[in-house]
Every structure is written in C-alpha cells, then in structure tokens.
C-alpha cells in the first residue's frame, strides 16, 4: 500500500483502503483491511468515519483510543489547512474573499458562520467561529470574539457563511444577523465590510445585493 501511494498517490485508492492505511500507525502488526470496511458499513462512508464521535469509534472491533483519536481529528486538520491558506494574503474586496472563503468550505460537512478579521490595510489578522450548525442557533458575536478580534487589530471584517445546499440565497435569519453584526462591531471600531454566503454553486453578496444598511462596495 505505502509502495501504491508512493507511486501514484492516494487518488487511485478506494476509500476503505485509504482508511486501511490511515491505521497503520495506530494498530500495528495487524491486517487493518477487514477494520477499515466495518468502519465505513458502520458509519456509511469514509467521511462519517471521520466525523464520528471518538468514543463510539472507539467502540468498533479492533479499533485503539489512539487510532479513533487521530482520524477524528483528521477534519479539523483539513480545516486548519484551508484557514492558514490567508496567513501571508491581502483581501482588498469581497471578490478575493469569496474566492478564499469557497476554499474554506470546500468539503464542509455543516453550515458555518466565521468572521475574516483583517487590518486597516487589508491584510489577514485572524479567523474566527461565529456558529456551526443549523441557522436556529442564536449567532450574534460574542464579546470575548470581539475582544480577540480587537487584540489582533482588526479593522475591518467580512462575514462568511456557508449552506448546505445548492443556493446561496439569503434567509430571514441571516439578514437580521447581518444588521445586529453591524451594530455590535461597530460599537468597537471594527467595520463590516461584507456578508458572503458560499453555496455549492452559487455565492451571494449582501454588498453587491445592497441587502443591509451600513454595507456598501
């Protein structure tokens, strides 16, 4: 397998034997074949593997705490890759932040909501999480977010915001937290420049839209 990989990458592998290798480290001198199919006919495919809880993982034949511990950290691996994508960028309008924001959420497996913090001239100064899951979730920033947006001397923010489905179009819910949003990091010297919200194939500006008072291009 490691002689596969080597030669060809893991494009060509199937998921089971992708997971196979994943374990190698973690049950050694095992045959981890026969485990890796009954992770994904237990949890549906290689992505609900990833994202199971450690301790049910834990739970499956053959699986150790180690090994369910470091594939249930694989995604937030993946995340922290696309967030440091921006660590040396610029972001002088909502069009270079959409297209750092669909790398982002590439592969995102629920909606979120961040804030890109940037300083007076544009340049990367923090990601920060808002809320994840559904749009039910209360979601106004906190005030320990702003203060960590303040000490990283943020300037100005755009809000991104990822759905699940196909269209990009704005709800109810997104509009009244793009007005509070407004209000609140205004209150501490931080300008909202925009809400992006990133769909499959769709993304929508509430700027360009001139959805809300208080943003403009």
């Known amino acids: 397998m490691r002689a596969r990989i080597a030669k060809g990458g893991i494009e060509k592998l199937q998921d089971h034997e992708l997971l196979e290798y994943l374990l190698y480290p973690f049950v050694p001198r095992r045959d981890t074949n026969p485990l890796a199919h009954r ?3 237990k949890f549906g495919s290689l992505a609900g593997v990833l994202s199971a809880d ?13 090994a369910s511990l470091f594939l249930t950290n694989l995604m937030g691996i993946d995340e922290r890759c696309r967030q440091s994508y921006a660590w040396n960028a610029r972001f002088p309008d909502s069009y270079s932040v959409a297209l ?27 990601l920060l ?48 937290f793009t007005v509070r949003a407004i209000e609140v990091f205004k209150g501490a010297g931080i300008e ?8 499959c194939k769709q993304v929508f500006s509430f700027a360009f839209n001139h959805m809300v008072a208080g943003i403009r291009i």
């Open 39 to 41: 992770l994904i006919e």
């Open 54 to 66: 450690v301790n049910v993982l834990s739970e499956v034949s053959g699986m150790t705490f180690n």
């Open 100 to 126: 750092y924001a669909k790398k982002l959420f590439e592969n995102a497996d629920r909606e979120r909501v961040y804030v890109l913090c940037l300083t007076g001239e544009a340049k990367y100064a923090c």
């Open 129 to 176: 999480e808002v809320a994840r899951g559904s749009e039910d979730e209360a979601y106004v920033p906190a005030k320990a977010l702003i203060q960590t947006a303040l000490e990283r001397g943020t300037k100005i923010i755009y809000i991104l915001h990822n759905h699940m489905e196909d269209k990009a179009r704005p709800s109810k819910t997104d509009a009244e």
């Open 192 to 199: 909202v420049k925009d809400h992006l919200i990133i769909a």
